[in-house]
């Protein structure tokens, strides 16, 4: 989100009135990391300009709009994605995470892409970069991944650049180059050398996380591939809720201190984007109510990416729009005759208390069921309640669900791809 929304100012200003103040610097034990939203006032990113609750919620339908280009991209096969025409959009990370690069360590705050594989940082002498970046020069540790190598085949568009590695990729609407490096990274207080990563050398727009991204993805060059030996191929994270005075979750890393109570469902795999983490989602119920969705809505299909993806960089939830129309429609219904309205993408808004208690998720072999906050957006003064959902946008063509972040929250999400499950269980992630 790129623009600090006003119900999280009204948040910041009566906790610093009652006298809040977050800690910033929990220390960081074993292998779990501290997840930060990035409007927390821990986040350097968090704007200073204070918009309506209105105009911010367009905003964050727009970046949506551009992750779901990014999303539909990698579904499709290709490397490159569309800018809009016309504009640049800025699209900041939701939640970032702190990791220590080199030897001696220099701290960077990267992006949490469940989505993506191969992590890349801003490095120094980088054109178009953000002013805070990785100074390879002061790394006894680094060095450039020469062109024969394994990993210089797993880039996007690779090219040999003398006799080292360089590969170019598209993200947000920004073009990115990149040297293919390695170094230590430090997670938590997890050394991990020679890890292998880009070493962004030139960027094109502004829609990049400033100070790089950590793909958790489970394709090659991701955190899990190049750590298998370390964490097992499993992680878990907890996203806060927006209304959270710290913003502040976590990410765990390897198969310890998982939870033991929590329910699974099956990932599927899509060998033509192995990155993604698909699920089967087999119906949706409003309130009690199971809504009558047709089943080709969330057909998992590997030849066209159809089906259902869990992702932490979409905000707000996005289904096909058969399923979508259904849920809206049942909502309203059961609304009653209360007015309804709309808000940019959102077109199922009231000025009246929410009757809905709940809406749930059912994944094979698991539900998964949302209180108000996990699917009712509410501005600042709570005179408007929108429904934090939509279809997705049909200039994508996108065959699409996205299961979002702001579904997520308050839910510890369980990756284990040895066991090809995905686990789900409530936990107040502050």
């Known amino acids: 989100m790129g623009k600090l929304l006003y119900s999280l100012a009204l948040l910041f200003f009566f906790s610093v009135a009652l006298g809040f103040t977050p800690n910033c610097n929990i220390p960081e034990q074993g292998s779990t990391l501290q997840v930060i939203h990035v409007n927390s006032p821990c986040s350097p990113f968090r704007s200073k300009t204070q918009l309506s609750w209105e105009d911010s919620v367009l905003q964050m339908q727009s970046q949506d709009k551009e992750r779901l280009i990014y999303l539909s991209s990698l579904v499709a096969g290709r490397s490159i994605v569309p800018v809009a025409s016309g504009r640049q959009v ?21 992006a949490m892409d469940t989505s993506s594989d191969v992590a890349w940082i801003p490095c120094s002498g980088c054109e178009g970069c953000a002013t805070t970046a990785f100074d390879t020069a002061k790394s006894t540790s680094f060095k450039n991944v020469s062109c024969g190598v394994a990993q210089c085949k797993q880039v996007p568009n690779p090219s040999c650049e003398g006799t080292t590695c360089g590969f170019n990729l598209t993200y947000g609407g920004s073009s990115i180059a990149a040297s293919l490096v390695q170094d230590t990274i430090t997670l938590a207080t997890d050394p991990i050398p020679g890890y292998t990563f880009g070493c962004v050398r030139k960027v094109i727009g502004s829609a990049t996380p400033a100070q790089g991204l950590l793909g958790l993805g489970r394709g090659p060059l991701s955190l ?9 191929s499993t992680f878990s994270y907890c996203l806060p809720s927006y ?31 192995s990155s993604l983490y ?15 969705i047709p089943p080709s809505a969330f057909a998992h299909d590997p030849n066209t990416g159809s089906g259902t993806v869990i992702d932490s960089g979409t905000v707000f939830t996005r289904l096909v729009e058969p399923a979508y129309i259904a849920v809206r429609d049942e909502f309203r219904r059961r609304m009653g005759k209360a007015v309804v309205s709309s808000l940019g993408g959102f077109d199922t808004c009231y000025t009246v208390p929410i009757t809905v208690p709940s809406i749930t998720l059912m994944f094979s072999g698991m539900n998964m069921t949302l209180p108000q906050d996990n699917f009712i957006i509410r501005s600042a003064v709570g005179t408007t309640s929108c429904l934090a959902m939509a279809a997705a946008p049909d200039n994508v063509n996108s065959v699409l669900n996205v299961i979002a972040n702001f579904q997520q929250q308050n839910h510890r999400i369980l990756i284990d791809t040895p066991n090809s499950k995905l686990g789900v269980a409530r936990e107040t992630c502050t």
Request: charged share 15%; no cysteine; net charge positive.
């Open 90 to 110: 800025t699209q900041n990370p939701t939640y970032i995470l702190r990791a220590r690069i080199g030897t001696p360590p220099q701290t960077l705050l990267m």
């Open 278 to 292: 698909y699920v089967n989602l087999e119906g949706i119920k409003v309130g009690r109510g199971l809504v009558n």
């Open 224 to 232: 899990l591939s190049q750590t298998q030996n370390l964490y097992k």
């Open 243 to 273: 209304k959270s005075p710290n913003f502040s979750g976590s990410l765990r890393l390897g198969p310890n201190s998982q939870p033991i109570r929590i329910k699974y469902t099956q990932l599927l795999k899509n060998p033509r984007r």
